[in-house]
């Protein structure tokens, strides 16, 4: 959910693909947008409150849709082909919209021209939220790997990394026979680290992991 600068209206969306629009004051339902094919996961308002951002998606392949938030036209249309959108964010401006996708992966997008102008890996695992700082010079995102990351919004220059301590945080992994490589990514997920060896120390360094 998320609510409309003014305060005056509430704007939903679900599992069913629909993007609703509600009077808070006296429940009535305004609108219900309906052109997502799969589900609707996260929707944003932008600054001054004329347009309503929804993104989603299923099957691997994201959805964003821009409306008027009057009328409920339909004002663009954008897609992710790799990964289902969950969360956005609007610039100050409301001239770029930011999405978090299934896949890790933070997205600017231009809507004058109507594509994506700058891609970072955030997260390992889904964004689940994007907050704008109150001054809108910073971004903050937060994903499947309990960590938040803190960006500059308008250059996408990586500022900083918030996180607590991960069940194996700083257990080093380096060397540790009998571990699949699936074992050794949940471990490295899980906060342990794993330093590449030289030839001489592979062959001679040992360890357990109790």
């Not at 289902?84 to 890790?104: I, R």
């Not at 060397?175 to 590449?196: F, M, N, S, W």
């Amino acid at each position: 959910m998320a609510w409309s600068p003014d305060g005056t209206r509430l704007a939903s969306c679900g599992d069913d693909g629909s993007v609703c629009l509600w009077q808070p004051s006296d429940g009535t339902l305004l609108a219900k947008l309906q052109k997502h094919r799969g589900l609707a996961a996260s929707v944003a308002w932008s600054p001054d409150g004329t347009r309503l951002a929804s993104g989603g998606g299923s099957s691997g392949r994201g959805e964003l849709f821009i409306w008027e938030a009057r009328s409920g036209e339909c004002l663009y249309t954008l897609s992710e082909p790799n990964a289902v959108v969950h969360a956005l964010a609007w610039n100050p401006s409301g001239t770029l919209l930011l999405s978090g996708s299934s896949d890790g992966m933070l997205r600017w997008w231009d809507l004058k021209r109507g594509e994506c102008v700058r891609v970072r890996k955030a997260h390992q695992g889904t964004i689940q939220s994007l907050k704008r700082s109150p001054d809108g010079t910073r971004l903050a995102s937060c994903g499947d790997d309990g960590a938040i990351q803190v960006w500059d919004l308008a250059s996408g220059e990586h500022l900083r990394t918030l996180r607590r301590d991960r069940p194996y945080e700083r257990l080093n992994i380096s060397g540790v026979q009998g571990l699949t490589d699936a074992q050794r990514a949940t471990l490295r997920a899980l906060g342990a680290i794993e330093e590449r060896l030289s030839p001489y120390n592979a062959t001679n360094r040992t360890g357990t992991l109790l």
